[in-house]
């Protein structure tokens, strides 16, 4: 059953003939790099979730990627980069990001650096903030459309801000179906889950969102403890990790199950006894935090149907990636409904 879920179906999808959905053979790279350099849009898979991409040293491509998701401007971006060296050019490293770079990267996490004088990243992408949020994704597709393009890429989850990620071509599509924007298909994403962003611009090294990259693993490599990120504005958050709710499905959203009611749909992990609800998706069934944090948000989408009277989700393990996956599902149940 769970196989069946987790099958990748695009080429059924009729966007593709529509040629919004796009296979992700060098051409189409190419075609979609080029598209970056005029000042396009473009979805594209990383290791992550799906990202919505624009030249970063564009003010005008910038602009779009807000109106697009809808995003309050105050909300910077993660820029991309293709190796450290292309990094190194707009931001200064010190000791922690160079070790955490050489380790971790290409992967699931984001370092905020202090920006260099010379860094024409556009201010819009950077919130006019002097810091920046910066990563080398894994992901090849990813990687191959940031070489072809010789362009920092700006890029947020590609969906509306605030509600559920993207992990599949078709959940950007069903996300963002009013704009023309092409999405670069690289089927379902293997983290499934954002990155791990850390602040480097201060003596102490702070957590700002967790992510798909553990924190005991940055902390074993740095032998430092990373501290919880205290937001001093609510309205005006360091990054929406501190916001009050975000990954928001449209039916509500109920955490650490205790019991669950008929017309409820269950998002289990691990064996259970639940008997009465009307559709379960179990993010694992052997109880692995690696494969729950991968099925999380696609199958938050499968579930967020109005024929359900909430999603019932069962206690998930604080350990691990386990971190990142109760912090968003914490985010998603806390959405007001009228
Ligand atoms: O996995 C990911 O990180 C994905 C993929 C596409 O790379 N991207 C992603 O971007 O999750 P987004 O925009 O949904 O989240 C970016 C986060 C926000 O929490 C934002 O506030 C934070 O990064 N951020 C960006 N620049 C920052 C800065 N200079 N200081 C602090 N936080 C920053
Ligand atoms: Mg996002």
Redesign the pocket.
């Known amino acids: 059953m769970e196989k069946k879920d987790t099958k990748i179906r695009t080429s059924l999808h009729p966007a593709v003939e529509e040629n919004k959905i796009l296979r992700p053979s060098p051409n189409n790279i190419s075609s979609a790099a080029r598209s970056l350099k005029q000042g396009k849009l473009i979805a594209f898979p990383?290791e992550?979730?799906y990202?919505l991409a624009a030249n970063a040293m564009s003010d005008q491509s910038v602009a779009k990627v807000f109106q697009v998701k809808e995003r309050p401007s105050f909300?910077?971006?993660?820029i991309?980069f293709h190796n450290i060296k292309s990094a190194k050019k707009f931001v200064k490293f010190n000791k922690h990001a160079s070790i955490l770079a050489k380790k971790f990267w290409p992967g699931?996490l984001?370092l905020?650096l202090p920006k260099k004088k010379s860094c024409m990243i556009s201010l819009l992408a950077?919130a006019g903030?002097d810091?920046?949020?910066i990563?080398v994704?894994k992901n090849k597709i990813a990687r191959e459309l940031i070489k072809k393009s010789g362009l920092p890429i700006a890029?947020?989850?590609a969906n509306i801000s605030g509600t559920i990620s993207p992990t599949t071509a078709k959940h950007v599509l069903q996300n963002l179906p009013k704009n023309n924007v092409k999405i670069l298909d690289g089927g379902k994403c293997k983290v499934g889950i954002?990155?791990t962003?850390i602040?480097l611009t201060k003596k102490n090294i702070f957590l700002?969102?967790p992510?798909g990259l553990e924190i005991s693993k940055i902390e074993k490599i740095l032998g430092l403890k990373i501290l919880p990120h205290k937001n001093t504005s609510p309205s005006r958050p360091?990054?929406?990790?501190q916001m009050n709710f975000h990954y928001a499905p449209r039916i509500p959203l109920r955490i650490n199950i205790k019991r669950i009611v008929p017309s409820e749909a269950l998002l289990s992990f691990g064996k259970h006894k639940y008997r009465s609800f009307k559709k379960e998706l179990n993010l694992s069934f052997r109880g692995n935090l690696k494969e729950a944090a991968s099925n999380l948000f696609k199958m938050l989408h499968a579930l967020d149907k109005k024929k359900f009277s909430s999603i019932a989700v069962m206690p998930i393990p604080k350990k691990g990636l386990g971190i990142a996956i109760n912090d968003r599902l914490l985010k998603a149940s806390k959405r007001k409904f009228s």
Not at 238 to 241: D, N
């Open positions: 990383t992550t979730v990202g909300n910077p971006l993660i991309h699931s984001t905020v950077s903030l810091s920046l949020a990563r994704p890029a947020p989850s954002e990155s962003i602040d700002l969102r992510g360091k990054s929406p990790g």
